[in-house]
Each structure stands twice: as C-alpha cells, then as structure tokens.
C-alpha cells in the first residue's frame, strides 16, 4: 500500500509539473514568442490530425481544421488570461471544430446524426489512444537512428526476420537493439512503461 500511494504521489508531481512547463510555454508565447509557437505546433500538430481524422474522413479538411486552430490561436493569444491544461484545450478545440463540421454535413451520404452521436461519445478513446502513441513516438525519437527504426517496424507489426531483411543486419542484432531500446524506453517512460507493453503486445 506505501508503494502504491508513493507511485502515486510521482504520478501527481510529475503531472503537476508537466502542467506547469506548458503554462510557461504558453506564457511566452502569449508574450509573442514565434520559437515557442513553433515548438507547440510540432509537438501537437501530428496527434491533433489523428484526432481529426478520425472524425472525419476528409484527410485535407481534417489537417486543414488543425491549422486554422492554431493559426486562431497565435492571433487571439492575448485574449486567453490563463489555459490550466493546455494539451486537453487543444485536444478539446479539435473535436469542437470537427463536430461543427460534421453537423454541416448533417444528413448528407457522408454524415448522418448516428455519426455525430457515436464520434462523440468516442472522443476520449480517441484522445487517449492517440496521446499514448505521442508519448511512445517521443519516446523512440530519442533512441539511437538503428534503434528507433526497429521500435517503429515493430510497431508497424513487422517480426524480427523482416527488420533484419529491410534493414540488412542479422536477426540477433535486431533483437539485442530491441532488447536495449525496451530498457531504454523503460527508465524514460517510468510509469508510463505499461503503454509501451500494451503497444507491443503479440508484437515482439
């Protein structure tokens, strides 16, 4: 039970202060701060696509509705006194935008309102599974080039022998550098480790 309640406590720190980096970086870049900006945009960018897209089935609307939040969002970044979480703000703006579309193709062959219903009542499946997977992507983009390229195939549900053959090394090198990676990935993701178990499960 100490255990438990002591994980807990590292849980609620480290999101406390995975808040409050973001709270700065939105501070600065209410402050006018374009680097900054641009680090949001791409750490955000690509997960709020995948949300989008899986509302809509238009690929160009749904990167197009992404774009259009955060260039409305560098334009009115003054008139925002404080975003307590700003990754549920952004998430939240996606599904808010996508539903406004969807409700304009109400009734249409592409669109009907069991869509609009059963699209919402997803969202936080949605959410959460894509943020899993931006955690996890964060996580490979800091392994070694030959490291991350095996996690990634494995994730794209090639086996051993076919990394081996794409990226002309043997077998058991490709295990090692898995292996390695996983240890890696583990100190870096600490509690979040198990997400990086669910993803791989029957894959590795």
């Known amino acids: 039970m100490k ?4 994980d807990l406590c590292k849980f609620s720190f480290r999101h406390k202060a ?3 980096q973001e709270k700065t970086l939105f501070e600065e870049i209410r ?3 374009i680097e900054m900006f641009g680090i949001l945009f ?3 960018f690509g997960s709020m696509c995948v949300i989008a897209k899986s509302f809509i089935s238009d690929t160009q609307a749904a990167e197009d509705i992404v774009q259009d939040i955060f260039i409305r969002l560098w334009e009115k970044r003054r008139e925002y006194e404080e975003i307590p979480n700003l990754q549920v703000f952004l998430y939240v703006l996606v599904k808010n935008r996508c539903m406004d579309f969807l409700r304009s193709k109400k009734n249409t062959i592409e669109y009907t309102e069991t869509e609009l219903i059963y699209q919402a009542e997803t969202f936080q499946d949605l959410v959460q ?3 899993i997977c931006r ?14 390229k095996i996690m990634r195939l494995t994730l794209d549900g090639k086996q051993n022998k076919e990394i081996s ?3 002309n090394i043997s077998v058991n090198s490709v295990k090692t550098l898995k292996y390695n990676a996983l240890h890696t990935m583990r100190s870096r ?6 997400l990086l178990l669910w993803l791989f499960i029957n894959k590795i």
Do not use: C, F, H
């Not at 255990?3 to 002591?6: A, G, N, P, R």
């Not at 955690?135 to 991350?148: G, M, T």
């Not at 993701?189 to 198990?194: I, P």
């Open 18 to 20: 995975r808040n409050m």
């Open 42 to 44: 791409k750490k955000y």
């Open 3 to 6: 255990e438990i309640t002591t």
């Open 189 to 194: 993701l600490e509690e979040k480790y198990y």
């Open 31 to 33: 402050n006018g701060n």
């Open 135 to 148: 955690i996890i992507d964060d996580a490979i983009a800091q392994l070694p080039v030959q490291s991350a």
């Open 165 to 167: 053959e794409i990226l």
């Open 129 to 131: 599974e894509e943020e």
